[in-house]
Every structure is written in structure tokens, then in C-alpha cells.
């Protein structure tokens, strides 16, 4: 599949390179092949990881920071829902981190074992739906922490590539947040990574590249996310293609998958956290470029 794009994005606030979708930025044909990359291999592209590198140090240090700062202890138990192939979790246990990691994938969880035991890291892994698993397989007042990474929360309804099931944002992501509020420890916290959309911004779709494009990365294989907000529905649409360069504005799609999932806001995450019992924090600083982070604290 070969897709002409435009060199130059605009430049849009918040530090993402973003560029409105126009016919002269790119030409899709959506019948074509996703390509040859599996899901997991593309997830790993976007994140920066793989078996010999199963997670990204700066990336686990930024959590930890934070949690350091929120909670003031240096060693906690925590719970990862929708782990996937364990960035950052597989890096925890070495800090004397307890690690639980839930993730409903079983080609995520494979590798998340393989990757686990590659570095000897002693890190719990269980292939389960989370809503399933937290109710039936934890106890009350058990975690001090539960980190949401990689938009895990937009996608629980949908991984991978379904559509939207026909049920209510606000009372799925309540449900969710209640479930989580249960095993938490009074005072504990969820973190959550999340691309915070506000419908009134995003009246068209935009693309949205990583690694940014800029004279360092020009030339060079990136992922291009076409994204489309629909307000009515609360859902965001993700076309994903990781793209190779082959000549001056032509790129060859060597994978493709769509992401459908919740548009998450500000609004709908602190009135499900307050339905939930719990108070959400808006972090200026994101633990890594590509999703905003959200702190939801156990009220006590």
C-alpha cells in the first residue's frame, strides 16, 4: 500500500506535530492490506520496545517519580490493567516493586512472560478481562497503585478492532474506576495515560505522526495516526499505519490497524472518578509524549 503525505506538519499546541486531513496530506485506499506487521509488533514500534528491550527506562523512571512524589514510599504493590507486553511494568520488580499485570491479549501476555524471564523480572501476569478478574481474583484493599497505560482505558470496550459496544461511557468507565476503588488502598491511586480530547477542538479529523516529524526524523520510519473524534457517539477512531519512506513524498504502509475506542475528557474522567470516589488530578507533565496523565486519588 503506498500513501503520498505531506513533509511539513503544522505545528499545533501541546507539542504533538498534528496536521489538519486534507486530500493533499494523504491518500488512502482502506480495502488494501493492514500489511505485514502484527498488532503486537506495531504496538512495539510505537512504544519503543521489543524483546531485547522490554521496556523504556525513562519511561518506568517517570512513573516512579511519580509515584514517589503522590505516595512519599519508595517500594508499592501495584496492579496493571490492560498491561499489554509489559512496558513499564517488567521494569518495576528490580526497584522491589510487587507487580501484578492483567491484560486481556494473549499475544500481549506471550510476550510480556518471554520478555519477564529474558531479564529476570518477577512480575505476575494473568490473561484475563480486567472487570472480570478484579472482582473474582483480588481483595479488598490490596493495591496502593493501579496505573491505565497506554489509553488501556479508552480501549476496554473495544481492543482490538471492534467497534463501540452499544452501552453508556459514563457508566463503563464508572464501573470500571469502582472496580478499581475496590482494591485499592485508602489513599492509593490510578494513573492513567490517556490522549485527552475536548470535542470542541477537534472538529475535523487530524493526523497525528510519532516519532514528531523534524529534520532529525524526516527520512525516516514513523507511525501516522489519522484520528476522528464523533462527540455524538463518544468514541475516537484511530487509523494507525506505521510507514516506511521509499521516495520524496511516497511511503510504503508496512502495517495498518484501527484503534476504536472512548473520547475521554477531562469532564467525563473527573465525573466518573467522583461517581467513583475518588478525585482526579490533571498532570501537566506527561510521563511520555504520546498520552496525557491523569491521577485519580482513593478517597479515604
Known amino acids: 500500500m503506498i500513501c ?173 474506576l469502582r472496580l478499581c476503588r475496590s482494591v485499592l488502598k485508602p489513599g492509593g491511586l490510578v494513573v492513567i495515560e490517556v490522549p485527552l480530547e475536548e470535542p470542541q477542538e477537534t472538529p475535523r479529523p487530524y493526523l497525528q505522526f510519532h516519532p514528531e516529524v523534524t529534520a532529525s526524523t524526516i527520512g525516516g520510519m514513523r507511525s501516522v495516526w489519522l484520528v476522528t473524534c464523533d462527540p455524538r457517539r463518544s468514541s475516537r477512531t484511530v487509523d494507525t499505519m506505521v510507514m516506511v519512506p521509499i521516495s520524496s513524498g511516497l511511503a510504503e504502509v508496512r502495517g495498518r490497524i484501527v484503534f476504536r475506542g472512548w473520547l475521554l475528557t477531562r469532564s467525563a474522567i473527573a465525573a466518573a472518578a467522583k461517581e467513583a470516589g475518588m478525585t482526579a488530578h490533571f498532570q501537566e507533565k506527561r510521563l511520555r509524549s504520546l498520552f496525557d496523565t491523569v491521577v485519580l486519588r482513593h478517597n479515604k
Not at 85 to 98: E, Q, T
Request: glycine share 8%; hydrophobic share 35%; with cysteine.
Open 4 to 176: 503520498c503525505v505531506a513533509e511539513t506538519p503544522a505545528r499545533q499546541p501541546g507539542g504533538t506535530s498534528e496536521l489538519l486531513c486534507n486530500k493533499r496530506a494523504m491518500a488512502l485506499d482502506s480495502s488494501q492490506p493492514h500489511g505485514s506487521m502484527t498488532l503486537l509488533e506495531i504496538w512495539d514500534f510505537i512504544s519503543g520496545v521489543g524483546d531485547s528491550s522490554p521496556f523504556d527506562k525513562s519511561f518506568k523512571e517517570n512513573v516512579t517519580r511519580l509515584l514517589m512524589r503522590e505516595l512519599g514510599n519508595s517500594r508499592f504493590r501495584i496492579l496493571d490493567l490492560g498491561a499489554g507486553s509489559g512496558n513499564p511494568s517488567i521494569g518495576l520488580p528490580k526497584d522491589g516493586h510487587d507487580v501484578q499485570m492483567v491484560d486481556m491479549d494473549r499475544a500481549f501476555t506471550d510476550a510480556a512472560s518471554r520478555r519477564a524471564e529474558r531479564i529476570g523480572a518477577q512480575v505476575k501476569i494473568a490473561c484475563a478481562d480486567w472487570r472480570d478478574y478484579i472482582p473474582k481474583q483480588l481483595s479488598r484493599d490490596e493495591y496502593d497503585v493501579i496505573l491505565c497505560m497506554g489509553n488501556a482505558l479508552g480501549y476496554q470496550d473495544t481492543w482490538p478492532d471492534r467497534e463501540l459496544p452499544r452501552c453508556d461511557l459514563m457508566k463503563s468507565l464508572t464501573a470500571t
